[in-house]
Each structure stands twice: as structure tokens, then as C-alpha cells.
């Protein structure tokens, strides 16, 4: 199987000689150091305000019965999105932001419902009404809360999409949603289908 954790500019690639090592500990890749990859080119910050905790060890046999049609965990703890395709071939682990607060927050199963190039974004009654001056909608764009790409979840207005401000990422900062770097969401997009399911942790 290969067993990939994408950084936020560059893909790393480990490929496992058992099938144990599906376990692997991600931590052991310093999520902690990614942001200040992007943040500073690769140069050791002197602090930094994301997650430090590191992406924590996720089997796919603790939440699901058969990888049929693929699998994601979106970890809102360890702010990460796993992906194990149906053959078992690969595994990849992305950061990601995650809701703001248990409020925002939804846990359990769901699927993917719908694949969207370029969405549009469409605020929620609940965004408009804790904010009445946001826009209708915001079009395609780098100014677009959701990216290049969005996966709609059988729940309402939840998705897995990109993101406009490359900040949020390892923090507390959506409204319910979990974002991915552009480049990490469009890898992802083009390896899940519809209904692959999905579970919520």
C-alpha cells in the first residue's frame, strides 16, 4: 500500500512493506512543522499559533466494515482528512481546518454526495444570520471561501473543499466544513466518487 501525508507545498511518499504500517503515526512527520513550511519556505519558526499535535494514528478498520467505493476520516481533533481508496492500494492523510466549535460540529457517517469543479459559494441561513452583510454568493475565484473544488456530504450544507486564506489550515476556523489546501482538495477530488462514505470523528 502506499502511504502518503501531504505536506503543504510538496507530496511525501512512504511506501510500507506490511500492511501494519497502515497505523504509521503521521506525528512522526512534524504536522507541526508544515505550516511554517508555507508560512516561511522551510525555515524553523520561532512560534507558531497552528496545530502541533500532529495528525494521530487512524485505522480504516475502526470505522468501517470494507473499504467499498472508499473511505474518509475527517479528524477534527488531530485536524486531518484520511483517504484510503477501494483496493486498499493507497492511503493519504491531509491537513486540513476544521469547525470552529463543537457547535459547528457534526459527527458521524455520511457519504459524498456531489463532486463540484470551481463552486460557487453560497452563505448559510446561519451565516447570514450571524452576519447580514455577507454577499449572496461569491463566484469561482481566489476570493471564494470554498477553493477550486468542493465535495458535497449527505448533510446539509457540510463539505470537504479548498480554501481561500491558506492560514485557516491546522486551525479551528470553519463553520462546519473541513478545508484543504487547493492542490491537497484537487488530489483528493480526483480520487474519491461519489458515495465514497465518509465518517466524522
Known amino acids: 500500500m502506499r502511504h502518503r501525508i501531504l505536506p503543504p507545498r510538496d507530496f511525501a511518499t512512504v511506501t510500507p512493506t506490511r500492511r501494519r504500517l497502515l497505523g504509521l503515526s503521521v506525528a512522526a512527520l512534524a504536522l507541526g512543522a508544515m505550516p511554517a513550511i508555507a508560512q516561511t519556505g522551510g525555515a524553523a519558526p520561532t512560534s507558531t499559533r497552528r496545530n502541533t499535535a500532529g495528525f494521530r494514528n487512524v485505522m480504516w478498520q475502526d470505522h468501517f466494515d470494507t473499504l467499498q467505493n472508499g473511505a474518509i476520516v475527517c479528524d477534527t481533533s488531530s485536524m486531518a482528512v484520511h483517504f484510503w481508496s477501494e483496493d486498499a492500494d493507497s492511503y493519504t492523510a491531509y491537513p486540513c481546518s476544521v469547525p470552529m466549535s463543537e457547535n459547528f ?84 477530488f480526483d480520487r474519491v466518487r461519489v458515495g465514497t462514505q465518509v465518517v466524522v470523528i
Not at 459524498?112 to 454577499?135: A, G, Q
Request: glycine content about 8%; some cysteine; aromatic content about 8%.
Open 105 to 188: 460540529s457534526r459527527k458521524g457517517r455520511t457519504e459524498i454526495t456531489l463532486k463540484r469543479r470551481n463552486p460557487t459559494w453560497i452563505p448559510t441561513p446561519n451565516m447570514r444570520k450571524r452576519n447580514p452583510e455577507l454577499p449572496d454568493s461569491v463566484p469561482p475565484g481566489p476570493e471564494n471561501p470554498m477553493g477550486t473544488r468542493a465535495l458535497n456530504l449527505s448533510w446539509q450544507y457540510y463539505r470537504i473543499h479548498g480554501i481561500d486564506d491558506p492560514a485557516k489550515i491546522g486551525r479551528r476556523a470553519s463553520n462546519g466544513c473541513f478545508g484543504l489546501f487547493n492542490h491537497h482538495v484537487e488530489d483528493l
